[in-house]
């Protein structure tokens, strides 16, 4: 894509504006999919990958921003679209709405097993994620049946990370799916057996994909850099979780990770209200002076 000096100026302007926002870039330019021609999209989605957008969220910032103006005279380089209206979202008032769950969920453990998942209820944590590796599926079912029964006579929202048909059948608070279980999940089952549901996301397209669903609640990573999972994405930091939370304060939100005490603080300022943490309490230790300390900071 080839622009003017007084475009060039206006991306070199935009980028200044907006260094907050800005993270390492994966993705070559020769990546970028144009699917309009006016100017101020133009601008707008190179400034966006220059800041280190992958393409089809640098696709949904410039697509916003031309609905805010479509005029190249009056685009302002240190505006930034956060009007939920301007990406299209639906906020809650799609035809699936699941069962809701506390808009602050505090402090989020995601437990690797059915003997966490106990301790961790024992120490007090409220909200806690299952999240079992395995390819055994009679194991799988022992672990989730006993994390399930860990949590029946305390008030703590248990998610089942991926295994939403166990879920279901052992009447789980709630299932956690990421972006790619989305397309095989069976969602209107979900939704009738009044299993939460989370999901995750990890920039402007799958926020808005994740909003499709009215979910009860939607996480949002991974926040700083994390040996946890591989992920396609660079980590998106707090200034750009700042901007994800201003578009989906309807939900509750979750921060997640590479998210450790010290760092704690600053996710919760951007409005998020809860904030998933995996090292900081399953290496602790003392994790249930860790649990304590984290507790604190909410």
Not at 55 to 60: G, S, V
Not at 63 to 69: G, N, P, Q, S
């Amino acid at each position: 894509m080839k622009f003017s000096s007084n475009q060039l100026k206006l991306i070199s302007e935009i980028v200044s504006s907006h260094q907050d926002l800005l993270i390492e870039q994966r993705e070559s330019a020769e990546c970028l999919v144009w699917t309009q021609d006016n100017a101020v999209y133009l601008i707008v989605k190179q400034a966006a990958w220059e800041l280190g957008f992958i393409d089809q969220d640098a696709e949904c910032i410039a697509l916003a921003w031309l609905m805010h103006t479509s005029d190249i005279n009056h685009l302002n380089p240190s505006y930034w679209p956060n009007d939920p209206k301007l990406f299209g979202l639906s906020l809650r008032h799609g035809k699936l709405n699941f069962a809701a769950c506390r808009h602050d969920l505090g402090l989020y453990v995601v437990a690797p097993d059915a003997q966490w998942v106990k301790k961790l209820a024992q120490a007090g944590v409220k909200t806690i994620q299952l999240r079992f590796k395995s390819t055994q599926a009679d194991l799988i079912e022992k672990e989730i049946v006993d994390s399930i029964s860990a949590c029946l006579n305390e008030d703590i929202s248990l998610f089942i990370n991926d295994h939403w048909q166990l879920a279901i059948k052992h009447q789980a608070y709630g299932i956690h799916l990421g972006q790619e279980d989305l397309v095989n999940a069976d969602l209107d089952l979900i939704r009738k057996s009044s299993c939460r549901l989370g999901i995750s996301s990890h920039g402007y397209a799958e926020m808005i994909n994740a909003d499709q669903y009215s979910p009860s609640y939607i996480a949002i990573g991974a926040v700083y850099p994390t040996t946890l999972k591989q992920m396609q994405t660079a980590a998106q930091g707090i200034g750009r979780l700042r901007q994800y939370a201003k578009l989906l304060e309807a939900y509750p939100l979750v921060g997640i990770g590479g998210i450790s005490e010290d760092r704690i603080h600053d996710v919760l300022q951007t409005g998020v209200g809860s904030v998933a943490l995996v090292r900081a309490v399953i290496n602790s230790l003392d994790y249930v002076s860790a649990i304590k300390n984290l507790q604190d900071h909410f």
